[in-house]
């Protein structure tokens, strides 16, 4: 089975920094794509980085620059680390995968989704 768990949301200033981790179980990352999403309230989910398994990664063009995605494959998990943090960066963030390995930030490519973490950014 094959499941994810987000940690590392919390309050954090205006051009502060957190580290998101996603713990997956049930799959590897040698097979699947991994990707971090986010829901502000009102708003639709959106895709902000993605990592496929040959090391290709995409960003949104609103993160790029300010967030890096990558993996420990030993532990088999996935990181985002976020920089320069913005209040329009506030949201829940999802971690998402899925098999197959092209990169994409669109919601319908992955069936695997962990249960979010609030990251909260203070002006």
């Known amino acids: 089975e094959v499941q994810l768990v987000e940690a590392g949301g919390g309050l954090v200033q205006a051009g502060g920094s957190l580290r998101l981790s996603c713990a997956a179980s049930?799959?590897?990352?040698?097979?699947?794509?991994v990707a971090w999403f986010r829901q502000a309230p009102g708003k639709e989910r959106e895709g902000v980085s993605c990592l496929t398994s040959d090391g290709s990664t995409r960003y949104a063009h609103s993160v790029k620059g300010r967030f890096t995605i990558s993996s420990d494959n030993a532990k088999n998990t996935v990181y985002l680390y976020m920089n320069s943090l913005k209040p329009e960066d506030t949201a829940v963030y999802y971690c998402a995968a899925d098999r197959g390995d092209w990169p994409s930030l669109s919601v319908g490519r992955y069936d695997y989704w962990g249960q979010g973490t609030q990251v909260t950014v203070s002006s």
């Open positions: 049930g799959f590897t990352f040698d097979d699947y794509a």
